[in-house]
């Protein structure tokens, strides 16, 4: 049997001994308890009846005898009053004689309760009080009567004396009667108090045994356990100062036994527990490096404020970020350093227990770094309570914001206005315009809109680029701007396209003004890289509110007569007409259609014979495009043509000429095929890129292929233009000059760069035989073209006069409807067999081989 178990079993006979000992003795004392209230509650009422029952025996004898006395002295002849004053019984006096008999009997009736109740053996005792007491209230009744009927006094004498006698017995009885009822309670509660000494001398035997049972236990057990404990508590020293080698095994099978195990176990697994501690230590320490690594690698620097908002911590990015030291602001008031932009007070912070001390969520705020510069940032945070619920104050995270509220503001900038110019932009624009003809219709007044459209603009952007492009713009704003007053609105709408709009004026005078002004202003040369570039202007003028009150409309009509502008010249200004919107509507009605016709490859294209001047052969054919609008037949080409150019769709139709006309050369053997080049196509930036890959493609010799050019290509870049040229003649490709003497400065051109032709324009041609001075202008252009070795080819040739003196003067080709008008590609092969009819293809010398 285990020790704990032996220990347990003599405990618990011990306690069981002790505990049966103890209830005996508490029982015995209960039951002493119990019997002396018993007591007390038996004898107590019958003594107390008793003495009650004395009182009224008394009552009634010294009434009783009172009044005989009186009485017996008062009738009685032969005594002789002893005193005058003598009182004389009454109706009270004989009324305390009744009241004392009722006394008696009434406490006599108790007390015969009493006795019945509590102690029966008391009952003759009791019978013989009553009869005694019957006895007397006999005698006083008839002491009384005699009284009452005048007996004499030695009648009265006698009777007082019988009823002291019986007086006297029954006192005798009751005193006797209480004397015993108190011996026996006084008997009754020395034995009670013995009773209860015993007890109290039971118990302490009982605990004294108890306790020399218990010791006699623990002297024993700790013969078996005081060794091991003094074990286990020098292995528990050893523990405390870091020793946590294990216990040896010990086979004792008792709680000792147990316990030296578990101790060992303990040491063990503490020891375990220890080292995982320190893991784990080390893992917090590494990741509380890495949270400081990844904090002072951030952006955000963290702060921490204590209850009455001063600063208490901020992390070491602070001082990247701020260049301010922690030292300078820990221990002052956050809002001395930061100032939120949701309010203008200082103590906005303590303004948040307002709140209830809600977490602080994106707040930004300005402060100033070391170098006094203003900067933003976004404050977030939550508070810190104690444990107890006490608030501490608030940590967070702030981030440096500047460089992108910059950008924001960067941002709402361009929304309305335009990047390049930094001018206004139509949302801009929109309102203004709003603004003005509100306040047209509160107070009057008038507002014009003026749209602005930079001519020659795209042939700038397509030769110099689109850095040049945006340099010229630049510079037209500037001197747009100096031509308006500050209630001027200027705005770019893109590209080269400008809106004004004109408040606070005269009109219309005050806009054709301005028009005029801005007209002046823009033909001044613009430089450029270098260079002078000359361009202009197209205006087009709606008055507010003579045409509209609209926005939408004043804009639309302001446009509608821009284009007008532009149709009747360029540079120059128009005021909105009715009729004008119409014509745009036409214009762009086309410009839709020609697009869908180049898409669609709805286009023809025609050619014109080109005539040896002696031999009369054709040696090659000038590609020309026809248009057969739908519903409106042959459009002229000086209708679409110009409108190609002005939108950009020159591009596209020049490349399906340029393609074209070559495949369909190289079904006429050895002849060539001259296309023209607009200046716009010109500009492309691999024009020979473009030729050459559309010789591969259709398989076109380059000699076979002339291209055409005005002098308009050469108004502008020069240079680029020069060294164009000379790369398509490397190719093998023949260059011409078109409409030859109608520009400023052709002469110039044929010394700077060898053309293999010049045309002369047909106008000069039409004048033959008119005009002496267009005689001589022929004569001298077929001179110069001869004498610096280039073709001559005359245009227009409709008479057989004119075709005698250009063979005279020496031309060398001629076209025109003398020879054949612009016929479809069918019908070349039927002009070549009515030529030569000898021969099924004829084949044309080159002037040039």
Known sequence: MRLNYKILIGLISVLVIWAGTLGQSYRTMKQLESEYTRTVDETLPIILSLEELRFATLRIVSSTSENAMIMALQRNSDVAPVDSDMPTPDAHEVHETAIGISDFERVFEIYSNQVDLYDSADGAIRDLIGSNGTALTDISQRLEAALENNASTAEVLEMKEVMEDAEADILSLIIGQITDERRALRLRQAALRQGIVDAIDNLMISAALAAFGITALVILSSLRIIKPIERLTAA????????FAPLPKVTQNDEIGALTNAFSDMSSNLQNMIRRHQEATDNALASEQRFRDVAEASSDWIWEIGSDYRITFVSGRFFDVTGLSARAVIGQPISKFLTPDRTATADCFENLELDGLAPIRDMRCRYSDITNQTRICRLSGKPLFHKTGTFMGYRGTASDITAEVEAQDIAEHLALHDALTGLPNRIFMAERLDQNLAKILRHGGAVSVICLDLDHFKEVNDTLGHAAGDSLLKSVTKRLESTLRITDTLTRLGGDEFVIVQSEAI??????????????????PFEVEGQNLYIGASLGVSLAPIDSLDPEQLL???????????????????????????????RKAMERDLRVAIQNNELEMYYQPLIETHGRAMQGVEALVRWNRPGFGMVPPGDFIPLAEETGLIIPLGDWILRTSCRQA????????????????????????????????TGLTPNRLELEITEGVLLEQTAYSLMTLRGLQELGVRIAMDDFGTGYSSLSYLQMFAFDKIKLDQSFVQELGKSSGATSIVRTVLDLGRSLGMVTTAEGVETASQRDYLTQQGCNQMQGYLFSRPVPAAEIKNLLLRTYPDVDVPVAKALSS
């Not at 528990?236 to 020793?243: E, M, P, Q, S, W």
């Open 666 to 697: 190289t079904e006429w053997p050895n002849l060539f095929v001259a296309v023209n080049l607009s200046p716009t196509q010109f500009k492309q930036q691999d024009l020979i890129g473009l030729v050459k890959q559309v010789l591969h493609d």
């Open 236 to 243: 528990a020293v050893r523990i405390a100062k870091g020793d």
């Open 507 to 524: 009109q219309p005078s005050g806009a054709e003004v301005l028009c005029r002004r801005i007209l002046q202003v823009i033909s001044e």
């Open 556 to 586: 639309k009509n302001a446009d509608v007569a821009m284009y007008r502008a532009k149709k009747d010249g360029r540079n120059s200004f128009r005021f909105f007409e009715a009729g004008m919107d119409a014509e745009l509507q036409e």
